[in-house]
């Protein structure tokens, strides 16, 4: 089956300006997750969504911002990009199961701010 | 607070030799435990994962991991790399009664096999 899809793969914008990164689970996923990695802060958790809402958020500010369909896709937004943004974000999918839940992740989206 | 810490930032080794990756972790709580690897330019695959039993649990790719709960580790290991293993490799770990998606990771372990 297909695995977890994000758009864009890559993309390059400045600062000041929005983003919106894109998610699709796995087919009958019903939890996504989205990840900030840099080699400087490792990989570091962002939101959590289920059946359209946010179940918990991770220590960003609120420029960070997500949201989830009720197909289960679920975006992510970051609005007045800072170079520190520059980041490859990944976003992962589960049915979820409690206690025995797995993480797929996909290829991720390589944010570069200028 | 939560935390992850792997104990090598980066090994490197000769294919055939064995391999061992420290993971300690600090979590007040039942915790589910995981090492995924992220192989260049790729994104990361789970290698193996630990929810309750055997302490001993076997991955993919040869790869195994012992979680000791007294000494809250959960080492990795691979009695022989091949060139192909080589990559990053992360330790994970959750609350059995947390976030479903929220893992805490280590830093990562970068290991270089060279032929």
């Known amino acids: 089956k297909a695995g977890v899809t994000q758009t864009p793969r890559y993309l390059i914008k400045t600062r000041g300006q929005q983003v919106t990164l894109s998610c699709s689970p796995i087919?009958?996923?019903?939890?996504v997750s989205w990840y900030q990695q840099t080699p400087g802060q490792g990989l570091q958790f962002l939101f959590e969504?289920?059946?359209?809402?946010?179940?918990n958020k991770g220590n960003f500010p609120g420029r960070f911002s997500g949201r989830q369909f009720s197909n289960s896709r679920s975006e992510m937004n970051v609005s007045t990009l800072e170079l520190g943004d520059s980041a490859l974000y990944l976003c992962?999918?589960?049915?979820?199961?409690?206690?025995?839940?797995?993480?797929?992740f996909g290829a991720g989206s390589r944010l570069t701010v200028l | 607070a939560q935390s992850v810490s792997q104990h090598n930032h980066h090994v490197i080794l000769s294919e055939a030799a064995s391999l061992e990756l420290g993971c300690n972790y600090s979590?007040?709580?039942?915790?589910?435990l995981f090492w995924y690897v992220q192989y260049p330019g790729q994104h990361l695959q789970l290698l193996l994962k630990?929810?309750?039993?055997?302490?001993l649990v076997k991955g993919i790719k040869g790869f195994e991991a012992e979680f000791i709960k007294s000494k809250f580790s959960f080492n990795l290991r691979k009695p022989s790399v091949q060139w192909s293993d080589t990559a990053e490799y992360f330790c994970?770990?959750?609350?059995?009664?947390?976030?479903?998606?929220?893992?805490?990771f280590g830093a990562g372990t970068q290991v270089v096999v060279t032929p």
């Open positions: 992962a999918s589960s049915l979820p199961l409690l206690g025995a839940n797995v993480l797929t």
């Open positions: 630990y929810f309750s039993g055997d302490p």
């Open positions: 969504y289920f059946s359209e809402t946010q179940r």
């Open positions: 994970a770990v959750t609350g059995t009664t947390d976030s479903w998606g929220k893992l805490q």
């Open positions: 087919s009958g996923h019903r939890s």
């Open positions: 979590y007040g709580g039942t915790v589910n």
